[in-house]
């Protein structure tokens, strides 16, 4: 069956830059998503990768994909305090018909 | 474009109510998606809705049901309530259909049953 998987905790100095990491185990996911939830909130999107694309550049935010090793990575650049919180991987075993399957969450901590 | 809204944003219950949950999609989004989130197990898909029908499921008992009615508006009820459904319930709403779809999550209704 779909499981993703994180770690669960990751902690950086303020300016630094944060990777946190993903494995997936379903081969026919289209689309991987990286959503991001503050304290007492639902999900934000942060961004998607497509499974034909190694890497995605969204400003800040990097994502890496590795389709051979299932594995995918998020890369926040100069890490703000603002962006402490939890970060859900999601994949998307078939692109229609199929429900997310999610991660446990990254909960990245940025100290000052 | 107003985004997902639930309501209400926090409930308090007792242990044998029963509670209904209800989200608003985006506007145009005909797909709902329920679910559940505590410490312990993280998010667990409950069940989607499009076109008023449902289409998946997740593992829960039949205490949880739901509906969708013709404006996309949806509605979860959970009866006999215990104290483990004590969660976050998130709802989100996506655009079915080939491609990419990305679902837009709700602020969530947080439930607390004593």
């Known amino acids: 069956g779909e499981d993703v998987e994180q770690s669960l905790f990751l902690s950086v100095r303020e300016g630094d830059s944060s990777v946190i990491n993903c494995t997936y185990t379903?081969?026919?996911?289209?689309?991987l998503y990286w959503y991001k939830q503050e304290p007492g909130a639902g999900l934000q999107l942060l961004t998607y990768?497509?499974?034909?694309?190694d890497m995605k550049q969204d400003q800040r935010l990097t994502v890496l994909l590795n389709k051979k090793d299932k594995h995918l990575s998020l890369r926040i650049a100069d890490t703000q305090t603002g962006d402490s919180a939890i970060y859900f991987c999601?994949?998307?075993?078939?692109?229609?018909?199929?429900?997310?399957?999610f991660g446990p969450g990254t909960r990245l901590s940025v100290l000052p | 474009k107003a985004g997902v809204t639930q309501t209400p944003r926090y409930l308090i219950k007792t242990r044998g109510q029963q509670v209904t949950l209800s989200c608003s999609p985006i506007?145009?989004?005909?797909?709902v998606s329920w679910y559940q989130q505590t410490p312990g197990q993280g998010l667990q898909f409950l069940f989607e809705?499009?076109?008023?029908?449902?289409?998946n499921k997740g593992n829960f008992p039949g205490r949880f049901s739901g509906r969708q009615f013709s404006n996309s508006r949806s509605e979860m009820n959970v009866s006999t309530l215990e104290l483990g459904d004590s969660a976050l319930y998130l709802c989100?709403?996506?655009?079915?259909?080939?491609?990419?779809?990305?679902?837009?999550f709700g602020p969530g209704t947080r439930l607390t049953v004593l």
């Open positions: 989100a709403s996506s655009v079915l259909g080939r491609g990419r779809r990305t679902q837009y």
């Open positions: 379903d081969s026919s996911s289209t689309y």
């Open positions: 990768i497509f499974s034909n694309m």
């Open positions: 999601a994949e998307t075993p078939d692109n229609y018909g199929q429900n997310f399957v």
């Open positions: 506007s145009g989004h005909r797909s």
């Open positions: 809705y499009f076109s008023e029908t449902q289409r």
